[in-house]
């Protein structure tokens, strides 16, 4: 089993629709978690981190439950530039810090 | 936020030959620094954890004797793909973290913008 499993994509959605990306960890100690988004050829940049109590910014939203080891990211109003891949980003532990990222999931959208 | 750069952003070599890649955090210091390796269509991989004046911590499977990795100071690390062969291509991301708990950087990574090798 992957360390972060992400939904295995591609999401192909027109403009303007909401859009909900699933990742799970399996390491139940792990600290902080993040999306981050990576356009074609760059590197992967913050999007959010996510908190418990769940956090919002603009259009998007991030859920974090540690019961079921679950983290989401909810895209409303897509808009064209939100087309990237979405990594679910994880880490264990504040002195080892080990960053482990998801697959992530390609989200492509249209016109 | 942070920034980090890398150095060179692309190179061509011919196989055998060694290359060098800089990744310096420009406005913050970093006690620690990744390196990732990403083959198209893949997720990032880390492949060694660097931490400043001391050895670098390599995954399983990447070998240190291949690829170099010194961290002489807490803004400069370098990896170094010695004798590259062209399965070594691929994009390679270097990236950050502050220098302690209490530092607004520390619980996240800047990344550097890449550098992309091709070895023919």
């Known amino acids: 089993r992957k360390e972060v499993e992400q939904d295995p994509g591609p999401f192909n959605v027109p403009e303007g629709a909401t859009v909900a990306f699933n990742c799970t960890y399996s390491n139940s100690a792990s600290q902080s978690f993040f999306w981050y988004r990576q356009d074609c050829r760059k590197e992967p940049k913050l999007l959010m981190s996510?908190?418990?109590s769940g956090n919002e910014d603009g259009r998007f939203t991030a859920q974090l439950n540690r019961a079921s080891q679950y983290i989401s990211l909810l895209i409303r109003d897509s808009k064209l530039s939100d087309s990237a891949t979405y990594l679910c980003?994880?880490?264990?532990?504040?002195?080892?810090?080990?960053?482990?990222f998801g697959a992530g999931t390609r989200l492509f959208v249209k016109a | 936020g942070a920034v980090v750069s890398q150095h060179p952003s692309w190179v061509i070599c011919k196989s055998g030959t060694s290359v060098k890649i800089e990744c310096r955090s420009l406005?913050?210091?970093?006690?620690?620094m990744f390196w990732y390796r990403q083959f198209p269509k893949q997720s990032l991989m880390l492949m060694a954890t660097s931490n400043e004046g001391s050895k670098a911590t390599y995954e399983q499977g990447v070998e240190k004797d291949k690829f170099l990795i010194n961290h002489a100071s807490l803004t400069l690390s370098t990896l170094t793909v010695t004798s590259a062969h062209p399965e070594d291509s691929s994009f390679y991301i270097c990236?950050?973290?502050?220098?302690?708990?209490?530092?607004?950087?520390?619980?996240?990574?800047?990344f550097g913008p890449g550098t992309r090798l091709t070895v023919l």
């Open positions: 406005d913050f210091q970093a006690t620690t």
């Open positions: 996510v908190y418990s």
């Open positions: 980003v994880v880490t264990l532990g504040t002195g080892g810090f080990k960053t482990i």
């Open positions: 990236s950050a973290r502050g220098l302690t708990a209490t530092d607004p950087s520390y619980n996240e990574q800047f």
